[in-house]
């Protein structure tokens, strides 16, 4: 078992989660995938309720937040989201637990850098652990086995287009 960050500013991160949880669900395995700070009606939620052995939760809200708005509604939803991280990874019913856009969160403080460096600790060998989100911490980043840097070159989002469907969401 292995903790994974997928992090950096390059396109790929949330759906490279996904392309994981599809092989390891191709195996016969359980996923089990928290979505925080989103709560959008994004595609792969949709094809994923398909497969009988992931499972999605949103612990999110359907607005985009900068580092200054957040509220004690942002902080509550992101606790709900570890503590049911917590009870899914401790039924030892997972093969792989997904924390995606944890590591933002984290940067924003909706949830403590030792409340997530705790989380790890105590869960690493329970389940393989991955989670995503840019800016990831350096603290987090030395606790984790496996750490991709997606750096963006190019993004279309740069000459203007905006957020597509089927692509972004
Ligand atoms: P994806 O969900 O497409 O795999 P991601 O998880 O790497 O992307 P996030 O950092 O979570 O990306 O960004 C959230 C949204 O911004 C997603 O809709 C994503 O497609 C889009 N996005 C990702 N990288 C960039 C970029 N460099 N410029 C503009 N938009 C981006
Ligand atoms: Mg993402």
Known sequence: MAV????GDGKGKTTAAFGLA????????????????????????QAVSAIPNIEV???????????????EFHIQRTRE?????????????????VLD?????????LVGLEEVSDFISR????????????RAAPELIELADL???????????DSGVSAREGIEY
């Open 4 to 7: 994974q960050l997928y992090t």
């Open 22 to 45: 599809l092989r390891v669900a191709g195996h016969g395995q359980r996923v089990f995938i928290a979505q925080f700070m989103k709560g959008r009606p994004y595609g792969e939620l």
């Open 101 to 109: 856009e944890i590591l933002i969160a984290q940067w924003f403080g």
């Open 147 to 157: 750490v991709t840097d997606m750096s963006c070159v190019k993004h279309p989002f």
């Open 57 to 71: 939760a949103q612990f999110g809200w359907d607005t985009c937040i900068h580092r200054e708005d957040v509220s």
């Open 81 to 97: 989201g570890l503590e049911t991280c917590e009870r899914m990874v401790a039924s030892g019913r997972y093969f792989l637990l």
């Open 123 to 134: 869960h690493r060998h329970q389940a393989e652990l991955l989670l995503t989100g840019r």
